[in-house]
């Protein structure tokens, strides 16, 4: 909880920085508390959609939660984004995620 705390003093200082909103999330999911971690990605999608980071992460959790239709279009637009973004590595993780889904 102190790095959450540490964190969100970040963020009030810098509350557009999306890293620090993903930061957030992975130290919530890592603490177990999933549906703040779910809550923290969600936001960070909306708000800022080209944080690449965001997708394979927030698809794991879609799985997790039993919900596969939204872990498959939340792959696919993360495929998108690192595509047009020119970032193969993290295009290639979304499209191995998916397939790791559908088939």
Same mark, same amino acid.
């Given at each position: 909880?102190?790095?959450?705390?540490?964190?969100?003093?970040?963020?009030?200082?810098?509350? =557009?920085?999306?890293?620090?909103?993903? *930061? &957030?999330?992975?130290?919530?999911? !890592?603490?177990?508390?999933?549906?703040? %971690?779910?809550?923290?990605?969600?936001?960070?999608?909306?708000?800022?959609?080209?944080?690449?980071?965001?997708?394979?992460?927030?698809?794991?959790?879609?799985? =997790?939660?039993?919900?596969?239709?939204? *872990? &498959?279009?939340?792959?696919?637009? !993360?495929?998108?984004?690192?595509?047009? %973004?020119?970032?193969?590595?993290?295009?290639?993780?979304?499209?191995?995620?998916?397939?790791?889904?559908?088939?």
């Amino acid at each position: 909880m102190e790095r959450i705390k540490l964190l969100e003093t970040y963020l009030s200082e810098s509350p =557009q920085d999306p890293f620090l909103h993903f *930061a &957030i999330a992975k130290e919530w999911e !890592g603490t177990g508390d999933l549906e703040k %971690a779910l809550e923290k990605y969600e936001y960070l999608q909306n708000t800022h959609p080209e944080y690449v980071g965001t997708y394979y992460h927030l698809g794991k959790l879609y799985e =997790q939660f039993d919900r596969n239709a939204d *872990a &498959i279009k939340c792959y696919e637009a !993360g495929i998108k984004i690192a595509t047009a %973004a020119k970032d193969s590595h993290s295009a290639g993780e979304l499209r191995g995620a998916l397939d790791e889904l559908i088939y």
